[in-house]
C-alpha cells in the first residue's frame, strides 16, 4: 500500500475475458496473461506505470471470466466513463472493463469478497457442438443426473478440500489463516439445458483446480464409475490420490464474486 | 442424377458448423470450404470419390450453421449410425454431423425446403463482449426495438427482394422461376435477452446478402437514421442503393430447415 496518500482513489473494475489466449491471470514474464494486459492497458491510460492492487482471484491458462473483479489505487481525478473507455481502447479484444467505479479506500477486491461462483460447462452429447466447442467440455457418455446431484450435495458445506486441490491454496477465504484448505461450499447447483450441462459452484474461497477436480469427480459419478457415498470417504482423505481427473479449463467461467 | 441405380440410397445429414474457418458452403478451388471439408470426409469413410447431391442453401463466408440440410447419394448399405460416427471421425473440429438419416430417393435438401429460418445475433452494449464476440455483431449504439419491429412487419410478406440482394439469387423458393426476386418472409421475430439481441428471419427462400442487408437496414431504424415507413419505399425501389448496410457475416447462423 506504499505511495497511498490521502489523494489516492481506489478504483474497482469488473472484467469479461476468454481466456484461451492467456497464460491465466498472473503476471508471468514473457507471457500474455490478463494482469499483464491490465496494467499495460493502466499504464498507456494514465501514462505512468501502473499496478494493480489486488484481483479477487488468479483464473488459470484457459479459464474465462465473465466478472473478474479487480482494484487499484490512482491519485487521477479522470471519472470512471472515460477511466472504462480508455481501458478498452488500450485492451486487446479478448478482455473487456465493463465497469469502472469509485470505492471506499480500504476495499480489496480478493479479502473482501464474501464469495464466488464459478460455472462450468458441459457438452454432453455423443458429438461434439463446433459452435459452443471453445467454452464446454464435450462428455459423448450418458451422465446419471440424479447421482451427480446427490454427490454434490455431499461436497456443499465447511470441509477440508485438499482432496480436490492440485496444490496451494488458489484464494482464501475471510478469516481463514493462510495455506488452510478449509473451505465452505455454499451451494453447487446442476442445471440441464438441452445437451448443456451447467454445473455452478460458490464459495467463500477455491484452492488450486478445485472446481476442475470436482466437477471430474462429479462426472464420473454421472458415469456410474464412483458412488455419491464416495464423496465423505474422499473428503476425509485428503489426499488428491482420490478424486477424480481434471476437467479442462475451457469449460471453466468466474462468473461473479459477492462482496 | 447419373449413376443412380434402383440400389442407391438418398442420405440427410443435418450438419452443424462454426462458419469463421471457411470460405463459405459452397467448393471453391483451392479454399477450405464446408462442402469440401464434407466431400472429402465422405470419400474417406465410402473410400471412393463422393460429391453431395444437394444443400438446402449455401452460406457465404463466415456464416454459421446449427441445422444445414445436405443430402448425397450411396449404394452402400452402412447404417446411419456408423455413417455418422465415421464423417464425425474424418470432419475438422468445426464441423459436426448432427444427424444422418435414409429418406426416400426423391427427397432434395434444398428444392423440397419449404422455408428456412436464419438467425442474427447483435450485441448491443456499449463495449464489446470477448465471450460472445466470434458470433455476435456488436451495436454500441441506443437501439429503438419498437421502432425495428415496426419495420420488420413492412418486409414481412411476399415481396420483390431486389433491394436487399447484392447480386444473383442464393436459393429459390418453390414454384418460382430460377433468378427470380420474389420471396415471401414468413416471419421476423426480434428477442431480447439482456444485451443480446436476437434477430430471425423465416421465409420460404433468400437472395444473396438478403439477412444481412435486412438487418443492417433495420438496425439503421433501430438508430434513427431512418423510419419504418421507408421499407415499402425501399422494396418497391427494386435497388441495392436503397437499404442500409450489410450486416457482417460471424453474426449469421442458419438455425432451421422445414420441409
Redesign the interface.
Known amino acids: 500500500m506504499a505511495g497511498v496518500s490521502f489523494m489516492t482513489r481506489n478504483i474497482k473494475l469488473v472484467l469479461?475475458?476468454?481466456g484461451a489466449p492467456f497464460f491465466g491471470f498472473q503476471k508471468q514474464p514473457g507471457k500474455p496473461t490478463v494482469q499483464q494486459a491490465l496494467e499495460h492497458a493502466l499504464s498507456r491510460f494514465f501514462n505512468q506505470p501502473m499496478k494493480i492492487s489486488a484481483a479477487s482471484g488468479r483464473t488459470d491458462t484457459g479459464v474465462?471470466a465473465?466478472n473478474q473483479v479487480v482494484n487499484f489505487r490512482t491519485p487521477s481525478d479522470r471519472d470512471p466513463g472515460s477511466i472504462?473507455k480508455g481501458l478498452?481502447a488500450h485492451l486487446p479484444?479478448?478482455?473487456?472493463?465493463?465497469s469502472v467505479e469509485e470505492v471506499s479506500p480500504d476495499f480489496h477486491s480478493r479479502y473482501d469478497a464474501k464469495s464466488k461462483i464459478y460455472e462450468y460447462r458441459v457438452w454432453n452429447a455423443p458429438?461434439?457442438?463446433?459452435?459452443l466447442?471453445?467454452?464446454v467440455f464435450h462428455v459423448p457418455f450418458h451422465l446419471n443426473l440424479p447421482e451427480i446431484r446427490k454427490a454434490a450435495r455431499r461436497l456443499v458445506g465447511r470441509h477440508d478440500f485438499s482432496s480436490f486441490t492440485s496444490g496451494s491454496a488458489l484464494s482464501g477465504g475471510p478469516g481463514k489463516k493462510k495455506g488452510g484448505r478449509v473451505r465452505t461450499v455454499k451451494k453447487i447447483s446442476i442445471q440441464k439445458k438441452g445437451d448443456l450441462l451447467i454445473l455452478q459452484v460458490e464459495a467463500d474461497g477455491f484452492l488450486y483446480h478445485m472446481v476442475r477436480n470436482i466437477v471430474g469427480t462429479l462426472l464420473e459419478v454421472g458415469r456410474g464409475k464412483r458412488r455419491p457415498e464416495e464423496m465423505a470417504k474422499i473428503l476425509r482423505a485428503k489426499s488428491r490420490r482420490f478424486s477424480g481427473s481434471t476437467a479442462p479449463a475451457k469449460g471453466l467461467?468466474l462468473r461473479q464474486v459477492i462482496y
Chains 1, 2 share one sequence.
Open positions: 469479461e475475458y476468454d474465462h465473465e472504462r478498452n479484444p479478448h478482455i473487456v472493463v465493463k458429438f461434439r457442438s463446433p459452435l466447442n471453445a467454452r467461467t
